[in-house]
Nanobody
């Protein structure tokens, strides 16, 4: 059974940076497309960034140029480097793994104060 565990969330001032990590176990990490999603209070969950098994990336328009997704297949870990954070980035951030099955992490809170 696959398991994803996020870490790295927290409280940061606007303009600051955070790095989220998601450690995977129980899956063949290298073949999975890995993604970061977020959900703010009262809003639907939305895609933030995604990286394919081959390393191709795509980003939500709202985070382009500020966030970077990367993966380390040897460590079965995907990262989200978040720079120039804004209050509107405040949300619970979820890790997602997708291949023949899909898995979600439990989420990590990111709060950006103005």
């Amino acid at each position: 059974q696959g398991k994803l565990v996020e870490s790295g969330g927290g409280l940061v001032q606007a303009g600051g940076s955070l790095r989220l990590s998601c450690a995977a176990s129980g899956i063949i990490f290298s073949i999975n497309t890995m993604g970061w999603y977020r959900q703010a209070p009262g809003k639907q969950r939305e895609l933030v960034a995604r990286i394919s098994s081959g390393g191709s990336t795509n980003y939500a328009d709202s985070v382009k140029g500020r966030f970077t997704i990367s993966r380390d297949n040897a460590k079965s870990t995907v990262y989200l480097q978040m720079n120039s954070l804004k209050p509107e980035d405040t949300a619970v951030y979820y890790c997602n793994a997708r291949a023949s099955r899909q898995y979600w992490g439990q989420g990590t809170q990111v709060t950006v104060s103005s």
